[in-house]
């Protein structure tokens, strides 16, 4: 992820409401604002009382956190409880019972406990690192296999490679499909090389990044399944795929195919439809073991960042009726935002940032400080679930403290690191989080975002829910994939997140989805790794032009409904 955002729910608690105090001169500050935090409980919208938190929370965050901090036990977090035999996701949200769960360590392995289900008539699921926060993973009484000791990375056979690929060969590697991020970065380093592009979080497996859509920013740079030439693929029969585009694009030269991995006899199978379809396809055709990777030789990137406002910058976001996005977008390899959602004095604050890649050789300098980190300093926290119970408490206060974190977060000097280090969001990924991203046209982002800021005051004002946290937007190269978000089109994407604990985020989110979402090709669209279960049948197949070439693959590789499961009988395309 690159950012976190949260809806706040307001407690109420009947009975007559105390009155506030009014005594400014209170000798205990922290009763004095103790006493106007009991009052706004009853009273969420009396302003007058909300200023005189705001006003405390800028002269005195100190004693204004002290006053949550003695109420905690109120508003205790729920506790997550989970069997042995369970498998839950990396916050905890989405959870199945398997009737197993295997860690194949072998081709071999992983292809004799797909034959041993199918003699069984048993389902199968693969997963990765668990950080989808949709039902993609899950499966109830199915064989979980979890890839964690398929993570080996090799350079390939560069005498199988076609005439047109032979110069790429140096930076082809087979990578197995359950290698960490964090890994696959650091082994490459130290090769001098790199990832082409990778999202803000690093503790994902490279096999789920890749099947659900994961990005970065660039408008040369497509998703990170892009960067796959090849993908060796388990069927539910036990036959070995390695699927690589058709009309002589593969890298593989046929003549010279071994047509043997690990002892394992592979098919291999050179089809535009079947490559574009298994890109990004949910794992929903099969077990993927491992890829052709490309990478890139070692780089910088140098990240500067200017302080902005939506108003100021939305203006020169607008391309031209010929262009797919605008200049400022196209100047630079990687552009981004942050985004206050909130009008603080009269504008929506902003963060300007534009990352140039640069010689490896460049020298490293300067620090930076994500949004979360400023936003915990803002409001003099350290810990993730007192953030929680703090914003659950004063969610009216987030417009404020967002805008002081943006403005924390624009340095005089540019920073400049390792690729890896830059595009990494941070210490924002261990606090447990929850997303929904939108995928619009880059042609239409201002009225998207302009739409989008509309919904979040609506409901602030109505609802009492804010967001804690900027909007994080970037802009990603169209794909190929037949179900890639970023499918047909340059794009804008729009992350917007919730904090594990904050009960009501998931209904703000299924509101602003429904809001932002029509089911038709020019729609906004959801990324599928950032779905909180709101995707249905009618908007895959209608954002979709090519929903049906992906459906025709996936039936002749799921014929016995072994890779269905609950985001399959959510999306209709399960197979009994």
Same mark, same amino acid.
């Given at each position: 992820?690159?950012?976190?955002?949260?809806?706040?729910?307001?407690?109420?608690?009947?009975?007559?409401?105390?009155?506030?105090?009014?005594?400014?001169?209170?000798?205990?500050?922290?009763?004095?604002?103790?006493?106007?935090?009991?009052?706004?409980?009853?009273?969420?919208?009396?302003?007058?009382?909300?200023?005189?938190?705001?006003?405390?929370?800028?002269?005195?965050?100190?004693?204004?956190?002290?006053?949550?901090?003695?109420?905690?036990?109120?508003?205790?977090?729920?506790?997550?409880?989970?069997?042995?035999?369970?498998?839950?996701?990396?916050?905890?949200?989405?959870?199945?019972?398997?009737?197993?769960?295997?860690?194949?360590?072998?081709?071999?392995?992983?292809?004799?406990?797909?034959?041993?289900?199918?003699?069984?008539?048993?389902?199968?699921?693969?997963?990765?690192?668990?950080?989808?926060?949709?039902?993609?993973?899950?499966?109830?009484?199915?064989?979980?296999?979890?890839?964690?000791?398929?993570?080996?990375?090799?350079?390939?056979?560069?005498?199988?490679?076609?005439?047109?690929?032979?110069?790429?060969?140096?930076?082809?590697?087979?990578?197995?499909?359950?290698?960490?991020?964090?890994?696959?970065?650091?082994?490459?380093?130290?090769?001098?090389?790199?990832?082409?592009?990778?999202?803000?979080?690093?503790?994902?497996?490279?096999?789920?990044?890749?099947?659900?859509?994961?990005?970065?920013?660039?408008?040369?740079?497509?998703?990170?399944?892009?960067?796959?030439?090849?993908?060796?693929?388990?069927?539910?029969?036990?036959?070995?795929?390695?699927?690589?585009?058709?009309?002589?694009?593969?890298?593989?030269?046929?003549?010279?195919?071994?047509?043997?991995?690990?002892?394992?006899?592979?098919?291999?199978?050179?089809?535009?439809?079947?490559?574009?379809?298994?890109?990004?396809?949910?794992?929903?055709?099969?077990?993927?073991?491992?890829?052709?990777?490309?990478?890139?030789?070692?780089?910088?990137?140098?990240?500067?960042?200017?302080?902005?406002?939506?108003?100021?910058?939305?203006?020169?976001?607008?391309?031209?009726?010929?262009?797919?996005?605008?200049?400022?977008?196209?100047?630079?390899?990687?552009?981004?935002?942050?985004?206050?959602?909130?009008?603080?004095?009269?504008?929506?604050?902003?963060?300007?940032?534009?990352?140039?890649?640069?010689?490896?050789?460049?020298?490293?300098?300067?620090?930076?400080?994500?949004?979360?980190?400023?936003?915990?300093?803002?409001?003099?926290?350290?810990?993730?679930?007192?953030?929680?119970?703090?914003?659950?408490?004063?969610?009216?206060?987030?417009?404020?403290?967002?805008?002081?974190?943006?403005?924390?977060?624009?340095?005089?000097? #540019?920073? /400049? *690191? &390792?690729?890896?280090? +830059? =595009?990494?969001?941070?210490?924002?990924?261990?606090?447990?989080? %929850? !997303?929904?991203?939108?995928?619009?046209?880059?042609?239409?982002?201002? #009225?998207? /975002? *302009? &739409?989008?800021?509309? +919904? =979040?005051?609506?409901?602030?004002?109505?609802?009492?829910?804010? %967001? !804690?946290?900027?909007?994080?937007?970037?802009?990603?190269?169209?794909?190929?994939?037949?179900?890639?978000?970023?499918?047909?089109?340059?794009?804008?994407?729009?992350?917007?997140?919730?904090?594990?604990?904050?009960?009501?985020?998931?209904?703000?989110?299924?509101?602003?989805?429904?809001?932002?979402?029509?089911?038709?090709?020019?729609?906004?669209?959801?990324?599928?790794?950032?779905?909180?279960?709101?995707?249905?049948?009618?908007?895959?197949?209608?954002?979709?032009?090519?929903?049906?070439?992906?459906?025709?693959?996936?039936?002749?590789?799921?014929?016995?409904?072994?890779?269905?499961?609950?985001?399959?009988?959510?999306?209709?395309?399960?197979?009994?």
């Amino acid at each position: 992820m690159s950012s976190l955002l949260c809806c706040l729910p307001v407690r109420r608690k009947p009975g007559d409401s105390p009155s506030p105090t009014d005594n400014d001169s209170d000798p205990d500050p922290i009763q004095f604002i103790t006493n106007i935090l009991s009052h706004l409980e009853q009273d969420p919208n009396d302003k007058s009382s909300q200023k005189k938190i705001e006003d405390q929370l800028q002269a005195q965050p100190n004693a204004v956190f002290s006053a949550l901090k003695q109420e905690a036990n109120r508003l205790p977090l729920p506790e997550v409880h989970t069997a042995d035999k369970d498998w839950v996701n990396s916050v905890g949200e989405q959870r199945c019972t398997p009737l197993k769960k295997v860690k194949p360590q072998t081709l071999r392995e992983l292809v004799s406990i797909i034959n041993d289900a199918r003699a069984n008539k048993q389902r199968v699921r693969a997963v990765g690192s668990g950080h989808a926060f949709s039902d993609v993973a899950r499966t109830d009484n199915a064989v979980l296999v979890d890839l964690v000791l398929l993570n080996d990375i090799d350079a390939i056979d560069a005498t199988t490679v076609r005439s047109h690929a032979r110069d790429l060969a140096p930076r082809l590697l087979q990578v197995q499909a359950g290698v960490m991020l964090r890994t696959l970065k650091t082994e490459l380093d130290q090769r001098g090389l790199a990832l082409v592009n990778m999202g803000g979080y690093d503790g994902q497996k490279l096999g789920g990044t890749l099947s659900t859509g994961t990005h970065g920013s660039g408008i040369t740079f497509g998703p990170m399944a892009s960067q796959a030439r090849a993908i060796v693929l388990v069927s539910e029969m036990g036959v070995v795929y390695q699927i690589e585009p058709g009309g002589g694009k593969g890298v593989t030269d046929p003549e010279k195919f071994s047509g043997v991995i690990q002892g394992v006899s592979v098919v291999l199978k050179q089809d535009d439809d079947w490559f574009w379809a298994a890109q990004v396809a949910m794992g929903c055709l099969g077990v993927i073991y491992g890829y052709i990777f490309e990478v890139a030789d070692a780089f910088v990137v140098k990240e500067q960042r200017r302080s902005t406002t939506w108003e100021e910058i939305k203006q020169e976001l607008v391309p031209a009726k010929w262009q797919p996005v605008a200049p400022i977008v196209a100047a630079v390899d990687h552009f981004e935002l942050v985004l206050n959602p909130y009008t603080r004095w009269f504008r929506n604050a902003c963060v300007k940032i534009e990352r140039t890649r640069l010689p490896n050789d460049t020298p490293v300098s300067g620090e930076r400080q994500d949004w979360l980190e400023a936003l915990l300093q803002q409001v003099a926290i350290q810990k993730a679930p007192d953030l929680v119970a703090f914003l659950i408490k004063i969610p009216f206060i987030s417009p404020l403290v967002i805008d002081q974190a943006i403005m924390t977060l624009v340095y005089d000097e #540019p920073y /400049i *690191d &390792k690729s890896f280090n +830059v =595009f990494s969001l941070g210490s924002a990924n261990e606090i447990k989080g %929850m !997303a929904l991203e939108l995928h619009c046209d880059a042609k239409q982002c201002v #009225p998207t /975002i *302009d &739409k989008l800021l509309g +919904v =979040f005051q609506e409901q602030a004002l109505r609802y009492m829910w804010y %967001m !804690a946290g900027p909007l994080g937007i970037r802009f990603v190269a169209p794909s190929d994939a037949f179900l890639a978000p970023q499918s047909g089109r340059m794009t804008c994407t729009i992350e917007l997140a919730m904090l594990v604990g904050l009960k009501t985020g998931k209904d703000l989110a299924k509101h602003v989805k429904e809001r932002m979402c029509t089911p038709d090709t020019s729609s906004v669209r959801v990324h599928w790794g950032l779905d909180m279960d709101f995707i249905t049948a009618a908007d895959v197949r209608g954002w979709y032009a090519d929903f049906d070439k992906w459906h025709d693959v996936y039936k002749r590789l799921n014929t016995t409904g072994m890779f269905s499961n609950k985001f399959t009988d959510r999306v209709g395309i399960s197979i009994n």
